[in-house]
């Protein structure tokens, strides 16, 4: 327990993704949605996980709710142009419509575009590390 407590934000969002991979591979591989679904999820978390580490890098509370997150990347977009130039609030609102409304909510898990999504999240944790 005490590694995790050590761990910076972005390290859970890097673990979050590595296993929503191994749960995505091995739900496919069972043809077990309940897995798929979960690894959906889990990749939202990893985006979450990110986001926050951005927020308490430049000195931010972390945030209670998605809403909240979204709100604090809009306003660093309105002061960063860095932030603003790798749309960040877009980016987070996609993954949370595809990977948490659409896929782990209502089981709608285009296995495709799952594969799709978790290169974006990948993406969107490298693109905060840089920042």
């Given amino acids: 327990m005490e590694d995790a407590q050590r761990m910076t934000k972005l390290d859970e969002a890097k673990n979050f993704l590595e296993e929503a991979l191994r749960e995505f591979e091995k739900g496919v591989k069972e043809n077990n949605i309940t897995l798929v679904r979960d690894a959906g999820e889990k990749a939202w978390g ?7 580490d ?11 709710t998605h809403r909240e997150r979204r709100e604090y990347l809009e306003k660093l977009e309105e002061v960063d142009p860095i ?6 609030t877009d980016r987070f609102m996609a993954r949370d419509h595809v990977l948490h409304e659409r896929c782990f909510y209502e089981g709608y898990c285009n296995i495709d575009e799952l594969r799709r999504e978790f290169e974006k999240v990948k993406r969107y944790i490298e693109d905060i590390e840089e920042l």
């Fill in 46 to 52: 990893a985006v979450v996980q990110a986001t926050n």
């Fill in 54 to 64: 951005l927020f308490e890098r430049r000195g931010l509370p972390i945030p209670t």
């Fill in 83 to 88: 932030v603003r130039e790798k749309g960040l």
